[in-house]
Each structure stands twice: as structure tokens, then as C-alpha cells.
């Protein structure tokens, strides 16, 4: 028996050290159930926290999650991002593009009882908007008409939004804006309870008008949310509750998916994604979550050498995003420009960047630094500081970025800063010549990718969104055509045209979008692929066994011990 | 082993610790100068043909890649031993600086040990602690300017034959000073004093790595050395050759320090252990020399997401450091044993 058990020992050990993984064990049963079956705890879970519940001024992902549940709009976006109405029962948007007019359902309610009428929306609005209220968000609404006044405090209320009757709520802009309605679609301006009062107070207890409402939040480890019984959709939400655990380890939160103690688990490692997808049992059970964002490249246009656009256009075609993509495989896909795919950015004939050595050092010569391959002389003289903050993937295509630069003649010398030191390096006028940088989609519109970063109005000498401080005023101007227009098909014209102008005087050298790849237990259905939300849970029912289902949660010293080793 | 006499030596090859520390510190060497040679990729290259799998990741060990590809898909044997000759460079030099300013604060200090002291003016504290009080709040340079003029006005007081009540203060021998000095020092924990110089550096070197481990790591040996210098100065040949009128330095250099460099040379050993930890600490936690330079700390940080699928980039850099800081230690304390004469 000893020898059994040493000779056990010392396979575990040898399977620790050489790193034999183990399969994961088999998924837990589903019911069988065809139709969606009411009840259940949904249980999540992150390695991230949450700061605030307040749509008018929480910004990440992982809140956005739990503000989809508790808040809702008047309307909302489909899972192809188009946009439906939710809370408002129709819409519709004035001949000169200028006036959109919401209706609003009848019985609707607040978590708090109290029923929805225009002018809430209306308070909610202003209370968002207003020049207190912290965030930067009210930038997206600057179209409503008497907005200046308002961030002003020259007037007490939008003049733009107008209550007319008591479910009818009519927004006016100063002029058309295509940009306006999916903005409106974002969860800043959802309608919250008369508890908020007119103005945002972060002692605030959320309280919405979702399909869940909450229950309990103990900062920084769970939030409880529970089914929302006047949730005006018939019969939904299936859940009866969704508990969120927050800032849990994430070799924890994948145990726990296989023992069931969770029922998803989305922030797998590299090696466990791998793991799910190699495993037939498994790999039906996974998919990948898209969050429509650009990686890439930022140059400084003002600073040298990237003040000369040959140097950019040289980058631009030095970087192999093949090779990046291979420092994270299943998670990063290429960007050759600056429409995402899922926004129009998938003709293969565009003029996008790619990657062609002979025309990078053809870049460069042009440039007047050009560089021989094969003696390695020649290229720009001075090293470029290339600052990065400590984030796995950053500091690896830093690296990679590092060579294939060096191909060409231009020599980086990376820094590694703390994140605060990196937001001031590369957002301060002047600063950094060049710098990883990122940017995610804040609503579906091609325009969320210009505005903000690749326009002289982004320019700021202090947090400058625009961080390559590129200033066209030839882009500038298709950007405003851009908003102005209501024709689809104009519209991607004119946003092509951006593009095209973006990719080459390469501010920016794009290189990747990321992907999250997540499993779930089989007895978790109707989870949805949503274009805008990411873990989109709205509508989970939960098919457990009746055997799973009654099995209950650890108590006590079990539950003590779990929370120790979170 | 010139350090030590026959009796010591035989004593020092007695130990079984002493001989396995020896024999992997001569290994750890020999794999440091020798190690690259045998390299048959660039350290630095990412080899995305052979050094990765179809699924992107990094192969394992095998005869093209002794110990595997890291996650940049560079030889992992290559970069382990550029690693070693930078942590040995590092940390033996940093070992060096420590020792020469330790050696010589704890000789002045322990030799100067209840001697009438000097006067301090008053106007000299004041002005270093505002000093000091500037450097806190981030004005360097005006805080340099006041240390270097809080200096000026002591060397003043010293130096001035006559007497001037602007100057006045107390006194304060040397050991006093220098020790106090040591006690404020050794109240800050070492890897957070060097972390946050470490930090303070607009760009990490090899250099300034170097000579923040150096300059932040000779309080113990200046403690030491004090102790062994106060037994020593008063023996026999030192008063003698304090009677011929020798020189203080030259007193020291000539007759104290050969008598205290045997516990110097064991914590030496020692330190070179704590300096290759602390090096790999700073690396890791990113505040050492910046990437691409192969560290064995960086090496351990950036695989340790790779822990199960490819756990040889723990593996390697984890066994060099374990084993380097043991051999040095095993060494340590064999040479501690064998200069110690009660181990007879």
C-alpha cells in the first residue's frame, strides 16, 4: 500500500513539474429541458471588482455586465447591435434628422414600485449630464439642443429634452447626428429611480428599471441580484437570482466552474483555453466573446522622428501581426485598419496597413534614414523610449515590437512604468514619442473610432485622447460629414475615406482586437452573443437536474475557508 | 582559500556543505562564462518557425532547444545563461560595494569608539533636516543643495580656529554618527528601500541596479566589522604601532583590516546570495533592468502564466536561482566554520 501511495506521490509531483495537465473532469448533466424552465441561481464570477453601480458614471466592462441587468433603456440594441426599443414600446426620428420622440410602454415600474413616466427620463438625463456629475461621458450628447447652457449652468434644465405628455419624452438636437441613438442606447442615460434624486450622489443606493434588481452588494466580493417581478417582457427573466463573486483568483473561479460552484468562467488562462478547446467535452461548451476595440501603435506626430510621416508609413509596414498574434493565439486577432470588423472594416480590397519589409525600408529611405539589412547601418540614430505598463501581453509585443523595428533601423528602449506613469507619459503633449495604445468601443458606430482619438478636437496638452496629436483637417471635416449624415451608405463612404486617410499617415500602426474565450456548464442555456455586451446573461435559464439543483452552496467553516483562499 | 591558513583549509574541505557550495558556485560560474558559448540561438531572436507549436505555444525541451522556447519564442538555455552572468556581475559587484563602504564605516566607527568626538553647529542639523525634509517632498535638487551646505557649515565648525557662537552644538564622536546613520538605515526593509529606488530611476541599468543593491546593503557588514575592529584595536600590535607613530589609516589598512577581513569574507559570501535574490525580487516585480535583457526574476515573471502548459519557464530560471543562492550560502557557511578555531 506504502509503495502504492509513494509511487502515486511521485507521479503527481512528476505530473506538477513537467506540467502533464490534467483533463478537465466532465461537464456537469443538463435536464434535457427544450423550453426555458424559471428559477435558479446564476453564479459569476471575476478577478476584477467593481467601483460603482451609477450608470451615469461607471465606465468598465465588468460593471457594464451588472448595470445591463438592473438598468434598463428606452431603448437597447439586439444581438447584432442594432438598435430596439426596450422600456420606450416605439421611436421615431423627425424627417430633418433632428428631433427623435420616444413612447413609452404602459405599466412599467422601477425596482422601487413607483411607475416610469417621461419626465423620470427626463430628471435622468439631466442628472447624468450634469456639469457635476463626474465622467466624461456627456461629450456623446453634445448635440442636444441647449447642451452648452446646460454644462454651463447658464440654465437649470436641457432645454432639449422635452417631457411631452406622460409617456412621450422628445429630445431635440441642434443638428442631425447620426451618432445620437446608439449613444442613447448606452446604458449612461437609463432611467433611474426618484431615490437618485436630480443630481448623481454616490451614497446612492442603485435602483434601476432591468429584469434584476439588487439584493445585496458587499464591495469588492459579491453582488446579489434578484428577478425583477414587474420586468415588463412576460414570463422573464428565467433566473431567480445572479450572484456575481468579485476579485477571485482566476485558477480559483476555474475550479470552481469544474466542481459547478460556478456556472461560467470567462477570464481562463492561456494554457486553460487550450485546455476547454482540446477537450470534446468541453469545446461545444466555449466561445468567444469579440469586444470591438484597435491595439496598435501610437505615434507622437509632433515629436521626432515620427514627426515625418515616411518613419510612420515605415512602422506601419514593419509590423508582422502575424507574429503578434502568435504571442496570444486564440485571443488576438489581426487589424490591418481602424474599422472593426463588425462596424464595416471587413473589405479585403481596402488600402489598409500591412506588413511588407521591402516597403518598410523603402519608407525609410525615403525618409532619408535609410537601412542596410546586411551590414545593420544606417536607420534612425537616436533609441526611441517606448513605455509600457506591467500587463503580460504588453510587455511581450513590446518586446517583438523591438525586433522587427530593429529590422528597419529604428531601435527602441523599453521602459517599464506603473500605469499612472504610463497614462501621464503618453497622454502629456510632448512626451512620448511612441507608445502601445488601445481604445475600445463605447458605442457601435464608426464614429466612436475617429472622434475621439484621431481628431484635432481630441487634442488636449494634458489627457489628450488624441495621443499620436494628429491633427487633418481633411479627416476632421469627413468626420463631422460623417455625424451629420443620416444615409447608411454615405456614411461608410465617408468613414472609408477616414479610414483610408488614418492608414496612411499612420498615427497609428494597428495591429490586433481582442477576444475572450469562455465556458460554461451544459445546464446553462440561452446564453447570448451580443455585438455591444459583453457575458450577455439577460436571458440564462438554468436546465439543472433536480438532484443539482437542490445541492446547496457551502456554509460555514467551508464557506470561511472558501473566502480565505479567495 | 589564500584567506585561509592550512588548519582553516582542511577544516573548509572536511565540510560536505562547504565542498556541494563550492561545487555548484564553480558550476554556476563556469555555466555563466562558458554557458553562451555552446549558444546556438541569439538571446534575444525569436524563432517563430522552430520555437513554437501550431497553436502558438512555446516548444519544450528537446535537442534544438535545450531547455525550450520562452513565450517570445527565444532558446530559454540561452537567455538562462546570459541570466547568470548578469545576476553573477550584479550581484558580485554589488557584494563589492557593500563590503568596501561596510568594511570602512565599521573600521573608522569601531576604531573611533568612545574617542571626545567633534562639534556639530546647530545651524548644520537644521539645515540637513530641512534637507532631508525637501527630498521627501520631491524637491531633489533643493534637498542636495541644502545636505551639501549643512556639510559645509560642520566642515566650517571643524576647521575654524576660533570659536563662534553661530557654530555652536554638540558633539558627536564618529561611532555615534556612522552607527545612528546604521540604525536609521537598517529600520527601512531592504527590498522596499530598493524597490523604491529602483522605481525612482528614470531607466534601470545594469549599473544602477548595481549600485542600488551596493549602496543600500552595507549596514549589516559595517556592524559587524565595528564589532571585530573594537577587539582588535585594542591588541598588543596595534598600540605598538600607534607608539611609532603610524597613521590612522594607514593603522587600519595595515593592521586592523587583516585581522577583520575573515568575517567579512563570510558575509561577503553570503551577501552575494541576498544580492542574486534581491536582483531576481526587483526583476520580477518589474522594477529591475528592462526587458529584453534575459534576468532570471523577469524569466520567472513572464512565464508564470504558462505555469501548466509550458512549465519549464519556471523550471529553469527557478532551479538556477535556488541552486545559485544555496551553493553561495553552503559556501558561506563552510568558510564561516572553517575560520571559526572552535570547530577544532
Known amino acids: 500500500m506504502r509503495s502504492i501511495r509513494k509511487r502515486t506521490s511521485a507521479l503527481v509531483a512528476c505530473a506538477a513539474l513537467l506540467g502533464c495537465q490534467e483533463p478537465p473532469p466532465s461537464p456537469l448533466p443538463a435536464a434535457g429541458n427544450a423550453a426555458p424552465v424559471r428559477g435558479g441561481e446564476l453564479r459569476l464570477a471575476s478577478a476584477f471588482d ?58 412599467i415600474f422601477f425596482h422601487d414600485g413607483s411607475p416610469i413616466r417621461a419626465e423620470d427620463c427626463k430628471r435622468t438625463i439631466e442628472r447624468a449630464l450634469h456639469p457635476d456629475t463626474p ?11 441647449g447642451f452648452e447652457d446646460y454644462q454651463n449652468k447658464k440654465a437649470d434644465h436641457l432645454a432639449g429634452v422635452v417631457v411631452e405628455g406622460e409617456r412621450v419624452l422628445a429630445i431635440h438636437l441642434r443638428e442631425p447626428d447620426a451618432t445620437f441613438l446608439p449613444a442613447f442606447a448606452m446604458q449612461i442615460l437609463r432611467p433611474v429611480c426618484p431615490s437618485a434624486g436630480d443630481r448623481y450622489d454616490d451614497t446612492w443606493t442603485p435602483c434601476g428599471a432591468g429584469p434584476f434588481k439588487l439584493e445585496s452588494w458587499d464591495r469588492g466580493r459579491t453582488l446579489r441580484l434578484v428577478r425583477f417581478d414587474k ?6 427573466p428565467y433566473l431567480d437570482r445572479i450572484t456575481y463573486s468579485y476579485s477571485m483568483n482566476i485558477v480559483t473561479e476555474r475550479y470552481k466552474l469544474e466542481t459547478g460552484d460556478l456556472d461560467t468562467d470567462r477570464e481562463l488562462s492561456l494554457p486553460d483555453t487550450f485546455r476547454y478547446q482540446n477537450d470534446p467535452r468541453w469545446k461545444l461548451l466555449g466561445e468567444y466573446d469579440v469586444i470591438p476595440s484597435i491595439n496598435g501603435e501610437e505615434m507622437n506626430v509632433e515629436m521626432a522622428p515620427f514627426d515625418n510621416v515616411e518613419i510612420r508609413r515605415a512602422v506601419a509596414a514593419a509590423i508582422d501581426r502575424d507574429q503578434i498574434r502568435m504571442l496570444k493565439t486564440p485571443s488576438l486577432i489581426p487589424l490591418y485598419r481602424v474599422l472593426v470588423p463588425s462596424l464595416g472594416g471587413d473589405d479585403p480590397n481596402f488600402p489598409a496597413q500591412k506588413h511588407d519589409y521591402a516597403a518598410a525600408l523603402e519608407h525609410m529611405r525615403r525618409a532619408g534614414f535609410p537601412y542596410d539589412p546586411a551590414t545593420g547601418k544606417g536607420g534612425w540614430p537616436k533609441p526611441i523610449t517606448y513605455p509600457v505598463y506591467k500587463q503580460g501581453l504588453y510587455e511581450l509585443s513590446a518586446q517583438l515590437l523591438q525586433q522587427q523595428l530593429a529590422k528597419i533601423g529604428l531601435r527602441l528602449e523599453i521602459k517599464v512604468v506603473s500605469f499612472p506613469t504610463y497614462l501621464m507619459m503618453t497622454k502629456r503633449r510632448g512626451t512620448t514619442a511612441m507608445a502601445p495604445a488601445g481604445w475600445q468601443q463605447d458605442y457601435p458606430d464608426p464614429n466612436d473610432f475617429f472622434e475621439p ?34 444615409d447608411a451608405a454615405k456614411r461608410k463612404a465617408i468613414y472609408d475615406e477616414a479610414d483610408a486617410i488614418v492608414c496612411s499617415d499612420a498615427p497609428w500602426a494597428m495591429e490586433y482586437q481582442y477576444r475572450y474565450y469562455g465556458v460554461h456548464q451544459p445546464y446553462v442555456k440561452g446564453l447570448r452573443q451580443s455585438a455591444v455586451w459583453p457575458n450577455y446573461v439577460r436571458d440564462v435559464w438554468l436546465d439543472k437536474p433536480r438532484a443539482l439543483a437542490m445541492r446547496r452552496a457551502p456554509r460555514g467553516i467551508l464557506a470561511t475557508l472558501e473566502g480565505l483562499l479567495r | 582559500m589564500s584567506v585561509l591558513d592550512p588548519r582553516a583549509r582542511r577544516r573548509f574541505w572536511k565540510n560536505r556543505g562547504a565542498r556541494v557550495g563550492l561545487g555548484f558556485v564553480a558550476f554556476l560560474v563556469a555555466f555563466a562564462l562558458v554557458g553562451p558559448l555552446f549558444a546556438r540561438h541569439d538571446a534575444y531572436t525569436s524563432d517563430f518557425a522552430r520555437g513554437a507549436t501550431v497553436l502558438g505555444e512555446p516548444v519544450g525541451p528537446s535537442a534544438v532547444y535545450w531547455l525550450g522556447t520562452d513565450r517570445l519564442f527565444r532558446d530559454v538555455f540561452v537567455r538562462l545563461a ?14 563589492l560595494i557593500s563590503t568596501v563602504i561596510g568594511s570602512a564605516v565599521g573600521l573608522v566607527s569601531g576604531f573611533y569608539e568612545g574617542s571626545s568626538g567633534a562639534r556639530v553647529p546647530y545651524a548644520g542639523i537644521a539645515v540637513a533636516g530641512a534637507g532631508f525634509v525637501a527630498v521627501l517632498a520631491g524637491h531633489a535638487r533643493l534637498g542636495g543643495a541644502l545636505l551639501v551646505l549643512a556639510l559645509a557649515i560642520v566642515a566650517l565648525a571643524w576647521v575654524l580656529p576660533v570659536k563662534i557662537a553661530a557654530l555652536d552644538g554638540p558633539t558627536l564622536d564618529a561611532d555615534t554618527a556612522l552607527m545612528r546613520l546604521v540604525d536609521v538605515g537598517l529600520s527601512f526593509p531592504f527590498l522596499l528601500l530598493v524597490m523604491a529606488l529602483g522605481a525612482a530611476f528614470d531607466r534601470t541599468t545594469v549599473s544602477t541596479i548595481l549600485w542600488t543593491l551596493g549602496l543600500t546593503s552595507w549596514l549589516g557588514t559595517a556592524r559587524v566589522v565595528r564589532a571585530k575592529t573594537l577587539t582588535v584595536r585594542n591588541l598588543d600590535f596595534v598600540g605598538a604601532a600607534r607608539a611609532l607613530g603610524q597613521p590612522v589609516w594607514r593603522i587600519l589598512a595595515r593592521h586592523v583590516l587583516p585581522n577583520v577581513a575573515g568575517p567579512v569574507i563570510v558575509l561577503g559570501t553570503a551577501q552575494v546570495a541576498s544580492m542574486i535574490v534581491a536582483e531576481s525580487v526587483l526583476s520580477y516585480l518589474g522594477v529591475g533592468i528592462s526587458p529584453p535583457t534575459p534576468t532570471w526574476g523577469h524569466m520567472l515573471y513572464e512565464g508564470q502564466d504558462a505555469y501548466e502548459s509550458a512549465p519549464w519557464l519556471l523550471v529553469a530560471p527557478g532551479v538556477a536561482i535556488l541552486f545559485s543562492v544555496l551553493g553561495f550560502n553552503l559556501l558561506g557557511e563552510g568558510l564561516r566554520d572553517a575560520l571559526d578555531p572552535k570547530e577544532d
Open chain 2, 82 to 95: 546570459y541570466g547568470a552572468r548578469l545576476s553573477l556581475v550584479i550581484a558580485i559587484s554589488a557584494t
Open chain 1, 231 to 236: 420586468w415588463w417582457q412576460p414570463g422573464k
Open chain 1, 135 to 145: 465622467g466624461s461621458f456627456s461629450l456623446f450628447y453634445d448635440r442636444i439642443a
Open chain 1, 453 to 486: 482619438i484621431f481628431t484635432t478636437s481630441a487634442i488636449n496638452d494634458e489627457d489628450s485622447n488624441n495621443g499620436a496629436f494628429y491633427s487633418n483637417p481633411r479627416l476632421d471635416d469627413l468626420v463631422v460629414r460623417g455625424r451629420r449624415e443620416l
Open chain 1, 50 to 107: 467593481i467601483k460603482s453601480l451609477d450608470p451615469a458614471v461607471a465606465s468598465d466592462a465588468l460593471t457594464g455586465e451588472a448595470i445591463e441587468l438592473m438598468f434598463a433603456g428606452l431603448v437597447d440594441f439586439d444581438d447584432a447591435g442594432h438598435i430596439v426599443p426596450d422600456l420606450a414600446e416605439r421611436f421615431e426620428r423627425s424627417e430633418d434628422g433632428t428631433t427623435y420622440r420616444f413612447f413609452l410602454r404602459d405599466n
